[in-house]
Nanobody, 125 residues
Framework: QVQLVESGGGLVQAGGSLRLSCAASGRTFSSYAMGWFRQAPGKERTLVAGISRSGGSTYNSDSVKGRFTISRDNAKNTVYLQMNSLKPEDTEVYYC??????????????????WGQGTQVNVSL
């Protein structure tokens, strides 16, 4: 079993940066592909970025390409999302997720086995 705890959300002005962290419990963190999703009220949860088990391959959605970077430190059981050039439309709840069997760029929520509680990101004008 893996438990995920996100941190790093908050309020930032447009053009600013935030770094989200997701700390995982358990000894098998490196066996999971990891993803960061986001969700606005009344909308579906969508994949923002994904990273392979080794960290050697990443995926970014078109909406964040060139602005967000996902990375992981398997020694620290942590995955990160560096968010730069933030826009008001990035205002959503951000969730990290772990997939035991899926490809790191899987966009389906159902492909992920474990979820964090979410962290709110607010970007003001």
């Amino acid at each position: 079993q893996v438990q995920l705890v996100e941190s790093g959300g908050g309020l930032v002005q447009a053009g600013g940066s935030l770094r989200l962290s997701c700390a995982a419990s358990g000894r098998t963190f490196s066996s999971y592909a990891m993803g960061w999703f986001r969700q606005a009220p009344g909308k579906e949860r969508t994949l923002v970025a994904g990273i392979s088990r080794s960290g050697g391959s990443t995926y970014n959605s078109d909406s964040v390409k060139g602005r967000f970077t996902i990375s992981r430190d398997n020694a620290k059981n942590t995955v990160y999302l560096q968010m730069n050039s933030l826009k008001p439309e990035d205002t959503e709840v951000y969730y990290c997720a772990a997939a035991a069997n899926a490809y790191y760029g899987s966009t389906s929520v159902a492909a992920y086995d474990h979820w964090g509680q979410g962290t709110q990101v607010n970007v003001s004008l």
